[in-house]
């Protein structure tokens, strides 16, 4: 069974910073692209991030360039999203997917997590 578990999310300050995690199993992980989508209340999902199979290669939507970064390890099958100077535009849920970094305009990828809570807010 294919799974990806988010977790790390939660409420944060803006300014403040998170580190998302996401473990997953049921699938040969290294041989996928990875990727972070989000969806803030009352809006359709965004596509925020996507690294290659070996971590070699990161893209990033423009609203986070230079704040977020993408990274995975390979070894533990575990994917990470670092966020910093986060705003509060930047509350969503976010879920890790694995699928090609090619699917990132139409979010065709194919698996996905469940989601963890970002609030970003005094």
């Known amino acids: 069974e294919v799974q990806l578990k988010e977790s790390g999310g939660g409420l944060v300050q803006p300014g403040g910073s998170l580190r998302l995690s996401c473990a997953a199993s049921?699938?040969?992980?290294?041989?996928?692209?990875m990727n972070w989508v989000r969806q803030a209340p009352g809006k359709g999902p965004e596509w925020v991030s996507s690294?290659?199979?070996?971590?070699?290669?990161?893209y990033y939507t423009n609203s986070v360039k230079g704040r977020f970064t993408i990274s995975r390890d390979n070894a533990k099958n575990t994917l990470y999203l670092e966020m910093n100077s986060l705003k509060p535009e930047d509350t969503a849920m976010y879920s890790c997917?694995?699928?090609?970094?090619?699917?990132?305009?139409?979010?065709?990828?194919?698996?996905w997590g469940q989601g963890t809570q970002v609030t970003v807010s005094s």
């Open positions: 049921g699938f040969r992980f290294a041989l996928y692209d």
């Open positions: 997917t694995a699928g090609s970094v090619l699917a990132s305009a139409s979010l065709d990828f194919d698996y």
């Open positions: 690294i290659d199979r070996d971590g070699g290669i990161s």
